[in-house]
Structures are given as structure tokens and as C-alpha cells.
């Protein structure tokens, strides 16, 4: 059975950093193309970023050059770095797998960026 388990977010400041985590399981990880989404107070979720089996990333141009996704196979583990935080970023982080058609989301981890 697909799991996938965030965990990293927490309080920060604007313009300080963050690093999410994911670790799955379930499936052959190495293999899989793997997605951040968030989920803003008020607003639909939205896909943040993606990064494929050979580690070609793609981002929403709003985190683009302050948000970097990557992975470590060996630990099932795929990763977001935040840094330049900013208040607009504020929101629920999910961690994403699609097999079969069949989005499988964790609960989430929650960033919250606020002086």
C-alpha cells in the first residue's frame, strides 16, 4: 500500500528557510515522479513542484528560484527546500504520488511564514 509521510514544516520568519521531507513507501520509489502541492487558508491546492526518476525538476513560477526539489533514493526520501520564505508561502505542504491513476497525498506538513 502507497504511504507517504511529510514532515519539516514549522514557523518561520520571512526570508528564512525551511526543508520538507517526505519518505514513501509502497512502491519502487526510484522510479516514481514524485510532487509538492500546498494548500493555501482559503484557496485550492496547487502543485509547487516535480521531480522525475532521472532528476529533471519543474516549479510554479512563484517558488521558482527559492524553491528546490530533490531526492535520495537510497532513503526513500524525496525533499523541498525553502529559502527566501515569504508570507504568500504560508500553507499546507503535501507530498504526492500518482499510480494508477490514484493520487495518494500524505496529511501534510504546515508552513506558516509570519514576523
Known amino acids: 500500500q502507497v504511504h507517504v509521510v511529510e514532515s519539516g514544516g514549522g514557523l518561520v520568519q520571512p526570508g528564512g528557510s525551511l526543508r520538507l521531507s517526505c519518505v514513501a513507501s509502497?512502491?519502487?520509489?526510484?522510479?516514481?515522479?514524485m510532487r509538492w502541492y500546498r494548500q493555501a487558508p482559503g484557496k485550492e491546492r496547487e502543485w509547487v513542484a516535480h521531480?522525475?526518476?532521472?532528476?529533471?525538476?519543474n516549479y510554479v513560477d512563484s517558488v521558482k528560484g527559492r524553491f528546490t526539489i530533490s531526492r535520495d533514493n537510497a532513503k526513500n526520501t524525496v525533499y523541498l527546500q525553502m529559502n527566501s520564505l515569504k508570507p504568500e508561502d504560508t500553507a499546507v505542504y503535501y507530498c504526492?504520488?500518482?499510480?494508477?491513476?490514484?493520487?495518494?497525498w500524505g496529511k501534510g506538513t504546515l508552513v506558516t511564514v509570519s514576523s
Open positions: 521531480i522525475t526518476s532521472a532528476g529533471a525538476t
Open positions: 509502497g512502491f519502487t520509489f526510484s522510479t516514481a515522479i
Open positions: 504526492n504520488k500518482v499510480m494508477y491513476g490514484i493520487n495518494y
